[in-house]
C-alpha cells in the first residue's frame, strides 16, 4: 500500500482555495492513500467539506483522508475511496490550546476504517499525543494523523524532534506504520507558526535510520507500507514475548 502524504505551503481560512491547491499539488501523482493535513477543510460548511474530499478521492481514484474542518463546535473529517463512498467520519477527542479557548469541543473517538483487508486509524493531531486514543485497537496496520502543528518555539526543530519521539513511540508499542501530515513551517494560525511536521514512522525498518522518514522537502510525499514485512515483525514480537 502506498500513501501520499501532503504537506501544501500555505493554508488558507477559505477551505476551498486549500483543497483546490491540495488538488493543484496532487496532478498526476499515485498511490493508494491520500493524507491531508488538519483542517485543509477550515471552516466550510459539513456539505460543503463532504462535497471536496469525495471529488477529490474520485478525481485520483484513490482513498482520501480529508485532514479536518470546523463542524461547528468540533474539530471532524472524513474518508472516502476512489469511487466516492464515505469510508469513515472521524473527530478530535483532545483540542487543546487555541481551540479550546475559541469554544472547540471534544468530539467522539472513531473505530478507523479497513482498505484492502488492512486496518487504519485516524487520529487528529494532539490526539496521537494520547497513548489511550489507541488502547483497545490491536494489530492496527497504519495510523494516520492529518496535523497543524503550531509551536511556542522560536523555529520548527525542538517540535520536529518531539513529534518524530512520539511518532515512532506509538509505531513500536503498537507494532503498526504511524503517518503525519501537516502543513510547511512558514504557515501560520492566528499569528502562531507552524512546525511542519510531516512524517513517517517505521517500527521495523531495513536500519537503524529508517525509523522515521521526514520531513520531506517536496509538498507530495510517498512512503509504502510493507505489510509483509509488519506482520513478521509483529510476529517476531510475539514469540520474544512482546504482547
Known sequence: MKILLVQPPHWSPDGH???????????????????????????????????????????????????????????RGAVFDGRGKLLLEYDKVHPYGLELRSGVRPGRPSAGFELDGRRLHVL????????????????????????FSVTRWDGPAPARELWQHMSVARAYEFMTYVAVSDWHHETTYLGHPCAGVTGFANPCPQTHAGFFTGPPDA???????????????????GERGFR
Do not use: I, K, Q
Open 219 to 237: 509538498p507530495v510525499s510517498l512512503h509504502e507500507l510493507d505489510f509483509d514485512r509488519l506482520d513478521a515483525f509483529r510476529h517476531d514480537r
Open 17 to 75: 482555495a486549500n483543497f483546490d491547491a491540495v488538488e493543484e499539488l496532487l496532478g498526476s501523482s499515485s498511490g493508494d492513500v491520500v493524507l491531508l493535513p488538519e483542517l485543509a477543510g477550515s471552516s466550510l460548511p459539513r456539505a460543503d467539506y463532504l462535497a471536496r474530499v469525495r471529488a477529490l478521492a474520485e478525481g485520483s481514484g484513490m482513498t482520501v483522508v480529508g485532514g479536518s474542518h470546523y463542524d461547528g463546535p468540533v474539530n
Open 124 to 147: 487528529l493531531c494532539a490526539d496521537l499525543w494520547y497513548s489511550g486514543s489507541l488502547a483497545g485497537h490491536d494489530r492496527l496496520d497504519a495510523v494516520l494523523v492529518p496535523a
